[in-house]
């Protein structure tokens, strides 16, 4: 994601926030390199254990992030990082960049390709500069054997086109933050790819279409992230106006979900943590939450 949150810093969450998922889950889609998180990392990921989110997918959106990712997931058990380059730096996109990008792939800590894809919400790179920089990443999943983690916005008819071309090559792909129509949801589904759901199936004014769609993707395609600090779910119960969004309110929007589905918070936790380390080859998620 990409709005800038406001930086607001305070120590722990309200109690009346303070959620334990009743079974281990994976945030994948975590910008734990974000600034906002710089000072009080060490708390976070310890609510976020508390929250029984013991397991987070920290993601690269360019050569200084996806480094920091590494070396975070170096100190913390249960962190991985993901490596790429987001659409709104497709145009940095060089020899070096693409070099830099498949040694860090090598690394055993880094589990996809990405954050990369398409973005014609902002333009912030050109169309062009996109596309090219989203091939190179797509051939480098193809010469990596890792999974994608796939950023689109607005761009769901080209991503179609282009990832129907590539379907043969790559492995598993996620569309992260999903907020397409029902058209484009199905060309995914048809395509086998997954889906990452965020709390903007939480805000009733823009993601009242994603209530329904949530109900026609497999538990076996759907995996839950908050893409923190960005995207705070608009379903909590105590006022956290212009606050950082952080993986231990992942609960929140499994709640949400769960109810859309028609589930228990427990069944969709299960699912989404099994789709998730099977998606990433992680270990076993369930047991880092249980010790901390
Ligand atoms: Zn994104």
């Known amino acids: 994601m990409t709005s800038?949150?406001?930086a607001t810093f305070d120590d722990g969450l309200p109690e009346a926030l303070r959620f334990h998922s009743p079974t281990a889950l994976v945030d994948i889609g975590a910008n734990l390199t974000h600034d906002s998180f710089a000072r009080d990392l060490d708390a976070v990921i310890q609510r976020a254990r508390a929250a029984n989110v013991a397991t987070m997918i920290?993601?690269?959106?360019?050569?200084?992030?996806?480094?920091?990712?590494?070396?975070?997931?170096?100190r913390w058990p249960g962190l991985y990082a993901t490596a790429g380059v987001h659409p709104h730096d497709a145009s940095q996109w060089n020899a070096e960049l693409e070099r830099v990008m498949r040694d860090l792939h090598r690394e055993p800590e880094v589990v996809a390709v990405g954050e990369c894809g398409?973005?014609?919400?902002?333009?912030?790179?050109?169309?062009?500069d996109q596309e090219r920089a989203f091939e190179a990443q797509l051939g480098l999943a193809v010469e990596s054997g890792l999974p994608l983690f796939i950023h689109e916005r607005d761009a769901g008819p080209r991503m179609l086109e282009i990832l129907?071309?590539?379907?043969?090559?790559?492995?598993?792909?996620?569309?992260?933050?999903?907020?397409?129509?029902?058209?484009?949801?199905?060309?995914?589904?048809?395509?086998?790819?997954?889906?990452?759901?965020?709390?903007?199936?939480?805000?009733?004014?823009?993601g009242h279409h994603l209530r329904e769609q949530v109900?026609?993707?497999?538990?076996?395609?759907?995996?839950?992230?908050?893409?923190?600090?960005?995207?705070?779910?608009?379903?909590?119960?105590?006022?956290?106006?212009?606050?950082?969004?952080?993986?231990?309110?992942?609960?929140?929007?499994?709640?949400?979900?769960?109810?859309?589905?028609?589930?228990?918070?427990?069944?969709?936790?299960?699912?989404t943590t099994a789709t998730a380390c099977a998606f990433f080859r992680l270990p076993d998620a369930v047991h880092l939450a249980e010790d901390s």
């Open 4 to 6: 800038k949150p406001t």
């Open 58 to 74: 920290l993601t690269g959106t360019d050569r200084e992030h996806a480094e920091q990712a590494v070396t975070l997931a170096r």
């Open 118 to 128: 398409l973005d014609f919400n902002r333009n912030f790179s050109s169309p062009a």
């Open 164 to 206: 129907k071309a590539w379907r043969d090559d790559i492995g598993h792909a996620v569309i992260h933050c999903f907020t397409g129509d029902r058209a484009t949801l199905y060309g995914y589904l048809d395509l086998d790819l997954h889906i990452g759901f965020t709390g903007w199936i939480c805000d009733e004014r823009r």
């Open 215 to 271: 109900n026609e993707i497999p538990l076996t395609r759907l995996m839950v992230e908050t893409d923190c600090p960005y995207l705070l779910p608009r379903n909590l119960p105590a006022k956290l106006k212009g606050r950082r969004h952080e993986p231990a309110l992942l609960p929140w929007i499994v709640r949400e979900i769960a109810h859309w589905r028609g589930i228990t918070e427990a069944e969709l936790a299960i699912a």
